[in-house]
């Protein structure tokens, strides 16, 4: 059975970095694409990073440069990163894996029906 189980959020003050893991027992790591994404209350989920087998990755606008995704794929785990954060990152995050698209695919997955697999969420808030 596939469980995706996300780890870390909390409460932090604006400029702060926390640091958000997701463990993927049963998932079939190297055959997965990987995704976080993050949904405000009463909004739609968005997304915020994708990253394949290879450690290829890609950002949303809004966290380019302060957010990094990495993969450790001997234990299937996975990690967001977030440095200098911002009230407005206050959401719920999950992660997400991809079991449709080849690992080694360049091809950025953005979209939350992209995904197969997702975890329960971790709560973040930034108090300004």
């Known amino acids: 059975q596939v469980q995706l189980v996300e780890s870390g959020g909390g409460l932090v003050q604006t400029g702060d970095s926390l640091r958000l893991s997701c463990a993927a027992p049963?998932?079939?790591?190297?055959?997965?694409?990987m995704g976080w994404f993050r949904q405000p209350p009463g909004l739609e989920r968005e997304f915020v990073g994708w990253?394949?087998?290879?450690?290829?990755?890609s950002y949303a606008e809004s966290v380019k440069g302060r957010f990094t995704i990495s993969r450790t794929n001997t234990n299937n785990t996975m990690s967001l990163q977030m440095n200098s954060l911002k009230p407005e990152d206050t959401d719920v995050y999950y992660c997400?894996?991809?079991?449709?698209?080849?690992?080694?695919?360049?091809?950025?997955?953005?979209?939350?029906?992209?995904?197969?697999?997702w975890g329960q969420g971790t709560q973040v808030t930034v108090s300004s």
């Open positions: 049963g998932l079939p790591w190297l055959r997965s694409t």
């Open positions: 997400a894996a991809d079991l449709k698209t080849p690992a080694w695919s360049l091809v950025q997955k953005r979209r939350v029906t992209d995904y197969d697999y």
């Open positions: 990253m394949n087998w290879n450690g290829v990755t």
